[in-house]
């Protein structure tokens, strides 16, 4: 049984070796992929194109414009609207908001009495443009106390309290205190690479020879279904492994991003989605003929829901109940809050073991799955 | 021109005995979009919000029932201790803690000012800081309410007050915005794999030898291999256009005819890209994998699908400027919510197709007629 | 005659394997021309190079009139080729693949028809239109691969091991149609196996290691290889035979076929000496009988011959 294992272990190898150019992208992107994540991505809402049509040109409009683009949140949008069309900048993207502040701002804050600005959001990005509002707010708000403020100052009359002064909020974050994106989005990158190598690379390895009709000569051959799947396997597995140990090294070089748990645990959770995955690669190739279907398979049910069922990007809360309920059918799922819990919060079992579970359960079904439908398709 | 017909006729003819291909091709851009278009939702709503409540007074009921009826919290714990509120934090039942102090209420009376403390699980490191400045917002306007009903010099209200207006999408439903991105991946995606296989399965199985050596030219071999698959992207396109109609009621503003217009320029630089795969790669593994890894990935990332384009680095912006996919998604959502035309999306067109021209030329001038 | 193909000094390097090593001939339109030789000979490398699928390493090569690195196009419009490994597509009925190839060679849709017609009774396809590819039998694929690279009467064909498979009855039929291509005034350049048919050649070519080693009608060949006479020995002790009749000088060559051994013997020398060395050595002789040489006798003759060159 070994001998025969170790047989096909080193002729998938071969396969792998001769292809450098896979072994390279299957190392190589991963790592490009994490130095992304870590410095070309955010989510944050800055830089936010903001064209301004004053057309008070007073000190004081001139004070507010500055006040916005102070805050860090704007920046001057390149091309400011022309007096006509005061969208024509959100029709062409050029801006994403648009403050216009009315002749007679200035005259009306003299008189004391509350001036109005218009801001224009483009609403497309819903969930940005939400969180520009809240900034919009924000600064006209803090603009006006500090207005009163100077304004009594100079009076001499006692100074009005501003929301600030009667309610002070004190955040404290507790997980990942910086709030870097890199740290989330780490172990939806792990489980992607690791669905990658270990799930479509057995997957397309095992139809390939179906394909080309060496899986018949192996099959004729002594060689046992459990001996053949493994064999397939487990060289995938392996380099699977050595990528995600790559973007976990790198990431903590690179980002600081630790392991806050128990490596071992890591290690362990690691090697139960691996086996999963494994038994769903094999799942797959029982259901696909040629490897273009065997691919297209997998990137629906590994690929798409990685990035989108399993709360890599996107929260798994605002989805409608049905839709969370599909997400419970990938593996993904489970891992990536594992190794949130692992690498982020260093909680203990006691707080993952639903997920460990389901990731075992999940292994036993899908293996049983391509066993009973691999040992049908060989008898015929 | 009969030689093309030829090819893809036999295209067509393989398709239709391909009979596990034949319903990915229709089930998955639909299926895709159903998923896509209801998962991929960023909005911070329904944070779970654990509420720890030392003070128990009519003020501090007052602060916690305005993040109860606030959009954005959904309590999801009433906690009696600080353990349990970390508790729930670790354990991810809460995302969000909002602890009121035992003198909250007396220190409101007082008018010495109160403090509360929110405990965020920044994990989610994004949601995190959205939902940090929605519950400080909260916070704030219960504290200028109160100011308001309880002073007289805030009766004269605020300096400057904005008086904000949203457009093309005024209830800000994120999915109005997500879905004509989705659209426009899933188009990618199709395009990209598809083709790239096309030419590889053909090198792999042997056909492609016998195919050289008629005196089928090379364009008219790689115009007959990517017909079908404008074809087949045509129908990818409908599909999903009346999928995200159907299930969510979401339709292009501007012009149908534009969209399938400018969808075909997205369309030439995509098959480019998955001929350009093929010529590179000897297997269809190899295939799958330079094009997930070197087309695929980046164009998700640095397109502006779902990562702002504002917020990248000078030199990764720069990069952007490559991918396809940042013009088109410009151009769907342009034609999706605004109702964009021509006038406003030719800037985003023209590169669109100075991409594909040069792509297609590239792979084009790359593909021999050869074994080699 | 002008020749339908003209190679000299063709070379194909594979890194720094040389598979094809500066061959030279030619080949005068109608006639059948074999290229023969052991597997790894570079057969299949020279009918790639010559149809345009493989670039030259060197040297050059006319086909119908075009030069194979300049005007490949040219080539291909003349040709017909039919590869070792099966190239049709498996998921296209037999008539797909007559229909799809035809167009492809630009004939009208009305002659497609009746083309295919022909072609499919010809090569005893007929009936089986719509069966797919990937379920015809070994023989049945070969046929169908024929009938795709005859199509469109191409000036030359190229046939790489056509008849690898396929019964004797049917290569019967195989080479009944590539003789009355041949009177009709096409080229075919073949590659087989079967040293019987390489009889039917006008000319064959020996290949070994990349080169040409022998050429020549069948006929001059075997004259020319075996000036003495050629006997046939049926003894009890072939191994022992063998040894006995490769260890004297009088004898050329002795080599086994199944239970029986041929030698050759030096010009000059009685056709009884066989009989002697045998019995010198204590070998029981059933029967020795002088015979005509075959191919066979000739191919393995000179790729002894060659292979004790190579390593002196
Ligand atoms: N693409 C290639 N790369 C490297 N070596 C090659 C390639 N194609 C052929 N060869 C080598 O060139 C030599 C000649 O191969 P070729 O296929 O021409 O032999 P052949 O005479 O057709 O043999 P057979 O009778 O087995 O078909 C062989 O040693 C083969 O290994
Ligand atoms: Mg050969």
């Known amino acids: ?380 | 021109m009969s030689r093309i017909r030829c090819m893809i006729t036999k295209e067509f003819q393989q398709l239709r005995r391909d009979r596990r291909m034949r319903p990915i091709l229709i089930i998955a851009p639909v299926m895709q979009i159903l998923i896509l278009g209801y998962a991929a939702d960023t909005e911070v709503r329904d944070v779970p919000l654990a509420i720890y409540d030392q003070d128990s007074s009519q003020q501090s009921r007052a602060l916690a029932q305005a993040f109860v009826s606030s959009r954005s919290f959904l309590v999801a714990d009433r906690s009696s201790s600080f353990g349990e509120m970390e508790a729930a934090i670790t354990g991810g039942h809460s995302e969000i803690g909002l602890v009121i102090p035992p003198s909250f209420g007396a220190d409101l009376e007082s008018g010495r000012g109160a403090q509360i403390q929110l405990l965020v699980d920044g994990t989610r490191s994004n949601t995190a800081t959205v939902a940090m400045a929605y519950a400080t917002a909260t916070a704030t306007s219960f504290a200028r309410r109160l100011i308001a009903s309880a002073t007289t010099i805030g009766a004269a209200g605020p300096a400057v007050e904005a008086r904000t207006r949203v457009w093309y999408n005024p209830d800000l439903k994120s999915r109005r915005f997500m879905i004509p991105g989705v659209f426009a991946l899933l188009i990618m995606v199709f395009t990209v794999i598809l083709t790239s296989l096309a030419i590889v399965k053909e090198k792999e199985i042997g056909t492609l030898e016998q195919l050289i050596v008629t005196p089928l030219a090379r364009h008219e071999l790689i115009i007959g291999k990517l017909a079908p698959f404008v074809i087949i992207s045509l129908v990818i396109i409908t599909l999903t256009l009346g999928a995200s109609w159907l299930f969510f009621g979401i339709v292009p503003r501007g012009s149908l005819g534009l969209l399938y217009a400018l969808s075909l320029a997205l369309v030439l630089s995509t098959l480019g890209m998955g001929l350009l795969v093929s010529t590179i790669s000897r297997n269809q593994q190899q295939a799958m994998m330079f094009s997930i890894f070197l087309f695929m990935f980046p164009m998700m990332i640095l397109s502006g699908f779902v990562f702002p384009i504002e917020n990248m680095p000078a030199p990764i912006r720069a990069l952007t400027y490559l991918m396809p996919l940042r013009y088109y998604l410009i151009i769907i959502r342009g034609i999706f919510l605004k109702g964009s035309d021509l006038s406003v999306l030719w800037p985003q067109l023209l590169p669109l197709l100075g991409i594909g021209t040069a792509v297609i030329g590239i792979s084009i001038a790359r593909f021999h007629k050869q074994l080699d | 005659m002008a020749s339908a193909i003209e190679v000299r000094d063709l070379c194909k390097s594979f890194g720094a394997f040389r598979a094809v090593d500066g061959i030279s001939f030619s080949v005068p339109q109608g006639t059948v021309f074999g290229l023969l030789g052991a597997n790894g000979a570079g057969k299949s490398t020279t009918i790639r190079m010559l149809c345009g699928l493989l670039a030259p390493s060197s040297g050059m090569a006319r086909v119908a009139g075009c030069d194979i690195a300049k005007d490949p196009e040219g080539v291909k419009r003349s040709i017909g080729y039919m590869s070792q490994k099966f190239s049709l597509y498996e998921d296209l009925t037999v008539i797909e693949n007559l229909r799809f190839f035809a167009g492809l060679y630009g004939l009208a849709p009305r002659r497609i028809e009746t083309e295919a017609g022909e072609i499919m009774s010809l090569t005893g396809l007929a009936g089986r239109e719509a069966s797919l590819a990937a379920e015809l039998s070994a023989g049945y694929r070969q046929r169908l691969a024929l009938g795709c690279a005859l199509l469109h009467s191409p000036r030359v064909l190229f046939l790489d091991e056509p008849t690898a498979g396929v019964d004797p009855a049917a290569r019967r039929v195989f080479w009944d149609i590539i003789y009355r291509l041949a009177d009709s005034g096409s080229t075919v350049l073949i590659t087989t196996h079967y040293l019987d048919e390489a009889e039917y050649c006008g000319t064959v070519t020996l290949m070994h290691a990349g080169r040409i080693v022998a050429a020549g009608s069948p006929g001059q060949l075997k004259r020319e290889r075996f000036p003495g006479r050629l006997v046939e020995v049926e003894c009890d002790n072939p191994e022992a035979a063998l040894a006995a009749l490769k260890a004297d000088p009088r004898i050329e060559e002795a080599a086994l076929f199944g239970t029986r051994l041929h030698a050759a013997i030096a010009p000059g020398a009685g056709e009884l000496i066989v009989e002697g060395i045998l019995a010198s050595r204590g070998v029981g002789l059933s029967r020795a009988e002088s015979i005509l040489p075959s191919l066979e006798d000739v191919f393995i003759r000179v790729i002894s011959e060659s292979e004790k060159e190579d390593r002196p």
């Open chain 1, 1 to 380: 049984m070994r001998d025969r294992l170790a047989a096909l272990m080193r002729k998938e190898y071969r396969h792998i070796l001769r292809d450098p150019g896979t072994l390279f992208t299957l190392l190589a992107v991963p790592l490009f992929l994490l130095v992304m994540f870590g410095y070309a991505i955010s989510l944050d809402v800055n830089n936010i194109p903001l064209a301004v049509r004053d057309l008070d040109r007073s000190p004081e409009s001139r004070a507010l414009v500055a006040s916005f683009l102070a805050s860090g949140h704007f920046l001057p949008s390149p091309s400011p609207p022309d007096s006509r069309a005061e969208g024509r900048a959100l029709d062409t993207g050029a801006a994403m908001a648009v403050l216009e502040i009315p002749d007679g701002f200035a005259a009306a804050l003299a008189r004391r009495e509350t001036a109005p600005v218009q801001v224009l959001v483009d609403g497309s990005d819903g969930t940005r443009a939400a969180t520009v509002m809240g900034y919009v707010d924000g600064m006209t708000m803090r603009f006006s106390t500090d207005l009163r403020r100077l304004a009594s100052m100079r009076s001499g009359s006692p100074p009005a309290s501003g929301p600030a002064m009667v309610l002070d909020v004190r955040p404290r974050v507790l997980f990942n205190q910086e709030l870097k994106s890199v740290s989330f989005l780490v172990p939806g990158l792990v489980a992607l690479i690791l669905i990658i190598t270990s799930v479509i690379s057995t997957a397309l390895s095992v139809v390939r020879e179906k394909e080309n009709g060496s899986m018949e000569q192996i099959i004729v051959s002594p060689v046992r279904p459990i001996e053949l799947i493994l064999g397939k396997t487990l060289p995938y597995a392996a380099i699977g492994l050595v990528a995600a140990a790559l973007v976990l090294s790198a990431s903590a070089i690179l980002f600081g991003v630790t392991v806050k748990g128990s490596i071992l645990a890591l290690a362990a959770m690691t090697v139960l989605f691996v086996l999963a995955c494994l038994a769903l690669g094999i799942f797959i190739s029982t259901l696909a003929e040629t490897q273009q279907v065997a691919f297209l398979i997998s990137a629906m049910l590994t690929l798409i829901p990685t990035f989108t069922l399993s709360g890599f990007v996107f929260p798994i809360r605002n989805m409608p109940p049905a839709i969370q309920a599909v997400t419970y059918l990938f593996p993904t799922k489970y891992y990536i809050e594992i190794l949130r819990a692992l690498l982020l919060k260093g909680a203990g079992f006691g707080t993952y073991w639903h997920q460990a579970l389901a990731l075992l359960v999940y292994a036993v079904v899908a293996a049983a799955a391509g066993a009973a439908r691999f040992a049908r398709s060989r008898r015929k």
